[in-house]
């Protein structure tokens, strides 16, 4: 029986204009309802989510967030975070010199802020995604006083794809390098991945993977979507994902998230 129902945000929850659909929030009442938990899943930081976790008041029971692709895990109802892995300023400082040096820009968090190198449209598309401010930072390095989940090197569409398996084979021992959308390339520190957060979290509930529904469109859903009983891609997700997948579901711009709950957890005729 499904007990977690842990989705991605961006271009599976939301539909493209970046809003949640009717039908997705009746279904997730639903769930509620039946004390199935409702659990986002996202490469974006806790801060970035919450107002998601507030419209649809994800919080009003025993609920947990999955933020940085994983690096923390969070109980939205007493604020405890069951696990955190962040990387240190030393080794942000050293991303930032790994993304000069292959041409691309990069970002991180900073003080609950966007910090990049430069300005440019990516790094703007992140500060509009996780409504927070965007600081430019020329000697970006000098600006880095505290660790952070993770940073997002920033690269066109026609080459991210090469410099993701570029720096998979040169970092791979020691960090996570996944991309989230096409032109960002995130990184965290090794281990970190939204499936091994969701085997630890299954782990403290006493649930197992069967006991999970997880759904994704991008790369960085991997890991959860091979982890989980039943793994769901939404029909716009990268075709990768859609192999991995148990099944796939409409697209989220047709109420995806909303069908695959409804045809698998709440036993409904659609």
């Given at each position: 029986m499904i007990k977690l129902v842990v989705t991605d945000i961006d271009d599976t929850l939301l539909n493209s204009d970046?809003?949640?659909?009717?039908?997705?929030?009746?279904?997730?009442?639903?769930?509620?309802?039946?004390?199935?938990?409702?659990?986002?899943?996202?490469?974006?930081?806790?801060?970035?989510?919450?107002?998601?976790?507030?419209?649809?008041?994800?919080?009003?029971?025993?609920?947990y967030l999955l933020s940085f692709n994983g690096a923390r895990i969070a109980n939205l109802k007493t604020n405890e975070v069951i696990y955190e892995k962040f990387l240190s300023p030393e080794r942000i400082k050293f991303l930032i010199d790994v993304a000069l040096e292959n041409d691309c820009d990069i970002l991180t968090y900073q003080g609950g802020k966007v910090l990049t190198n430069r300005d440019n449209e990516y790094a703007r598309i992140e500060s509009g995604l996780v409504s927070a401010e965007l600081v430019i930072s020329e000697n970006m390095k000098d600006d880095i006083k505290e660790g952070a989940a993770k940073v997002i090197i920033l690269k066109h569409p026609d080459e991210a794809v090469a410099v993701k398996d570029k720096l998979a084979i040169e970092l791979g021992d020691e960090y996570e390098v996944a991309m989230s959308k096409p032109f960002f390339i995130e990184i965290n520190d090794k281990g970190i991945s939204k499936g091994v957060s969701l085997d630890s979290?299954?782990?403290?509930?006493?649930?197992?993977?069967?006991?999970?529904?997880?759904?994704?469109?991008?790369?960085?859903?991997?890991?959860?979507?091979?982890?989980?009983?039943?793994?769901?891609?939404?029909?716009?997700?990268?075709?990768?994902?859609k192999e991995a997948a148990n099944f796939i579901s409409k697209s989220n711009d047709e109420d995806g998230f909303a069908y695959a709950i409804e045809k698998f957890v709440l036993g409904k005729d659609v």
């Open positions: 970046r809003e949640i659909s009717k039908k997705n929030r009746e279904v997730i009442e639903e769930c509620k309802k039946q004390d199935i938990k409702v659990i986002l899943a996202s490469g974006r930081p806790d801060f970035g989510m919450m107002s998601i976790v507030e419209d649809l008041q994800l919080d009003s029971y025993d609920n979290l299954c782990k403290k509930l006493g649930l197992t993977n069967e006991n999970v529904m997880a759904l994704g469109d991008g790369l960085n859903d991997l890991s959860m979507i091979e982890f989980a009983g039943m793994g769901v891609a939404v029909d716009n997700a990268n075709p990768t994902l």
